[in-house]
């Protein structure tokens, strides 16, 4: 009996011990993510510069001995999250492919002739690789359109559903699991050591809301709708009073929650400058400097390089641009295929 319940516990520790590089991981698993110290980071490859450095910074500036140290009610990082913390790429950002499915596919909706319209056409922009302005601003005033109505309740259990769909171009991987391990971890580790999380994206905030919700952060700033009473109609929110019968519902749209817009709503929802920015790509190039440029504090900016061709979709001619842009402006490179022990887990494969 003793010889089976050692060899029961040994098969426990190994699974434990495995978790996150043998199986994908799942919302529960990513939820249950700590890093208290350094030695407990395990999804980032041994030599990694980029953790090196962002450990020898959170070691620097919380040593109250240090010069640099930053006092706890300043300690504020910020996070892009499509194509930093989580994938973009399969085929783009997961709020526009709930949005197309909605417009396009959902068989208990029929949405109305201009927002299948504006359905085709972000679908097309997100195939052909060509996202522009333009077509994000359609894509808004539509995705404002097919969810109004929806209290923040029935929004969330709707995006809870389509959390469980599979992620176009990988096997064993969901849309609600497609984080990256290591900057989960990330968050993890300055969560241990008293920094405020701000999770800063284009994404729609109310579809953030739930899709993040497994994380332990203080705030998310994303793309905005308005929240109206149902009985409210055209009268100004300052000459209404909600009634007993009323629900409050998503309406429209009022602002997409990226370059300049991002560091508005910062300086609007967090009234400090962060000391601490992560992104990836030009267009949180605004937030970057918001945070390094004038700040009090010693300040760093870690920007997320997709170089991976084999465990994601990545985009040589992309990655050179962003590495030049990174180089340029001196913010921390992470490269996805150098620094990244594992993405989503050594379960998870690309299928095309």
Not at 18 to 41: L, M, N, P
Not at 189 to 196: H, I, M, S, T, V
Not at 333 to 351: E, L
Request: glycine share 6%.
């Amino acid at each position: 009996m003793r010889e089976k319940i050692c060899a029961a516990v040994t098969a426990a520790l190994i699974a434990l011990g495995s978790f996150g590089t043998v199986d994908a991981a799942t919302r529960a698993e990513i939820s249950a993510i700590q890093v208290k110290k350094s030695s407990d980071f395990k999804f980032w490859t041994k030599n990694s510069v980029p953790k090196q450095k962002l450990i020898e910074y959170v070691k620097d500036v919380t040593d109250k001995r240090s010069k640099n140290f930053i006092p706890i009610e300043d300690r504020i990082a910020v996070f892009d999250v499509d194509g930093t913390i989580a994938c973009e790429t399969a085929p783009f950002c997961f709020d526009f492919m709930m949005f197309v499915y909605r417009a396009l596919d959902d068989p208990n909706y029929i949405a109305s002739a201009q927002d299948r319209a504006n359905g085709e056409l972000v679908k097309a922009a997100i195939y052909a690789k060509k996202m522009t302005n333009d077509v994000r601003r359609k894509h808004c005033a539509s995705n404002a359109s097919v969810f109004a109505g929806m209290t923040a309740e029935e929004y969330a259990d709707y995006t809870r559903n389509y959390l469980n769909t599979p992620v176009e171009g990988f096997d064993n991987l969901k849309v609600g699991e497609a984080f990256y391990l290591p900057m989960i971890e990330v968050i993890s580790y300055l969560k241990a050591n008293k920094f405020k999380i701000y999770l800063v994206s284009g994404a729609d905030r109310d579809y953030m809301r739930t899709s993040a919700e497994i994380f332990p952060v203080d705030g998310m700033i994303g793309t905005d709708y308005k929240h109206v009473a149902t009985n409210q109609g055209d009268i100004d929110g300052m000459d209404y009073t909600l009634k007993p019968e009323d629900k409050v519902v998503r309406g429209e749209f009022v602002s997409k929650d990226i370059n300049m817009n991002k560091v508005s709503n910062m300086a609007r929802e967090i009234g400090k400058k962060p000391v601490l920015a992560f992104g990836n790509s030009s267009g949180d190039s605004s937030m970057i400097n918001f945070s390094l440029n004038g700040n009090k504090y010693r300040t760093a900016a870690f920007f997320v390089i997709c170089d991976d061709l084999e465990r994601e979709f990545g985009d040589m001619n992309k990655a050179n641009k962003c590495i030049k842009l990174a180089d340029d402006n001196g913010w921390i490179k992470i490269s996805m295929r150098d620094d990244f022990k594992t993405i989503y887990g050594d379960n998870v494969h690309r299928t095309e």
